[in-house]
């Protein structure tokens, strides 16, 4: 499977590679903190290899039974019945594949649900040893197999913090992965079961996480915080949220 690896910031500032924005290849010291990028051997301190989506994705369409398989929510779209048992039923989902969707009305664009944690891969309490994994799943497969092992994608894991604490910051790595969705979309997939080329369309629709992976994706957590309040998009202090948690916690 192809990636790329980069080289990171060990305070996890930024990461060390050049976009349409700005250029950090070539930098032998961090532009924030000043941490060197190499140790005395020339070897980077800390590096990240990202897992690219767009092969796997276009294998998934390449091949008829599973392009067939990605288009078929779209079969129960205009279904009357409100009951919803599976995310293909909710009028979100619905509404992202109508013609004023991100789709225009094209069933095989892509959904994705990101998925990230600190776990432990030790399987022990005894080791103080936790690594952040990022991963996707496609919501357009059946719900019977969309959260299987086989079909979950790993983008990149962040790199382990060996005394058991979470990384400082998700955002140098969570960049890479959205510049590379944006620019899969619009690109030329080809389909193998209408044996045809169509413009591809692919978007994050959910996120799965605990706490600590809510404040570090929306960037909510101390005093370096972009928004006062995780459940709504006011920035600052949210007057009826911030009341409600602080009589939360009080309770508890």
């Not at 009951?83 to 979100?92: A, F, G, I, K, Q």
């Not at 369309?201 to 915080?225: E, Q």
Request: charged share 20%.
């Amino acid at each position: 499977m192809p990636y790329i690896s980069y080289d990171f910031c060990i305070n996890e500032c930024v990461v060390f590679r050049k976009t349409s924005q700005y250029d950090h290849s070539k930098l032998k010291e961090c532009p924030i903190c000043g941490e060197n990028r190499f140790n005395t051997s020339r070897i980077a301190k800390q590096t990240f290899s990202d897992y690219r989506l767009g092969p796997r994705l276009k294998r998934m369409f390449a091949i008829s039974g599973i392009s067939q398989c990605l288009q078929a929510h779209a079969i129960f779209t205009n279904d009357p019945d409100i009951t919803m048992y599976n995310v293909h039923d909710s009028p979100l989902w619905k509404k992202a594949f109508t013609e004023d969707g991100f789709s225009k009305g094209d069933p095989r664009g892509i959904l994705f649900q990101l998925c990230t944690d600190g776990v432990n891969p030790f399987n022990s309490n005894k080791v103080n040893y936790s690594m952040w994994p990022i991963m996707f799943s496609v919501l357009n497969l059946p719900k019977q197999v969309r959260n299987t092992y086989q079909n979950m994608m790993l983008v990149g894991i962040v790199p382990a913090q060996v005394e058991g604490k979470e990384p400082k910051s998700l955002d140098p790595y969570l960049e890479i992965v959205v510049d590379e969705l944006l620019d899969l979309s619009e690109a030329t997939f080809y389909d193998g079961y209408w044996r045809a080329e169509f413009t591809f369309k692919i978007d994050i629709f959910n996120c799965v996480l605990d706490y600590p992976g809510l404040t570090h994706i929306l960037s909510a957590p101390g005093p370096n915080a972009l928004q006062g309040c995780m459940w709504c998009e006011k920035r600052g202090t949210c007057t009826t949220c911030t009341y409600n948690m602080v009589h939360f916690y009080i309770n508890v």
